[in-house]
């Protein structure tokens, strides 16, 4: 992304030297976390745990495992790839 960034701004000021120069230093090479990206990581966060906390309780209370991967796919609305992982991931036996 920051590639991507530089580029255009190296079109857009190829004339502009000066400018050039003033972006640079005040872009420094640094990246900044953008608060959307965080949010995300944030909800991504909570979605995982949330999956967690389903496929636990429903170990717990006796529901087959695949009843529950099925409440994953109704539930989360995921792929069954991603679904097999969670599950390898969090259906854990006692003892284990």
């Given at each position: 992304?920051?590639?991507?960034?530089?580029?255009?701004?190296?079109?857009?000021?190829?004339?502009?030297?000066?400018?050039?120069?003033?972006m640079?230093?005040?872009?420094?090479?640094?990246?900044?976390?953008?608060?959307?990206?965080?949010?995300?990581?944030?909800?991504?966060?909570?979605?995982?745990?949330?999956?967690?906390?389903?496929?636990?309780?429903?170990?717990?209370?006796?529901?087959?495992?695949?009843?529950?991967?099925?409440?994953?796919?109704?539930k989360?609305?995921?792929?069954?790839?991603?679904?097999?992982?969670?599950?390898?991931?969090?259906?854990?036996?006692?003892?284990?």
């Amino acid at each position: 992304m920051v590639r991507l960034i530089r580029r255009i701004l190296d079109y857009q000021l190829r004339k502009e030297n000066n400018l050039k120069e003033r972006m640079d230093e005040i872009m420094g090479g640094k990246v900044l976390d953008l608060p959307s990206d965080q949010l995300r990581e944030e909800r991504r966060k909570g979605i995982e745990q949330g999956i967690e906390a389903l496929i636990e309780t429903c170990r717990e209370v006796g529901v087959r495992k695949a009843d529950t991967a099925a409440k994953l796919k109704s539930k989360f609305s995921l792929p069954d790839e991603l679904i097999e992982e969670y599950m390898a991931k969090y259906w854990k036996q006692s003892g284990e």
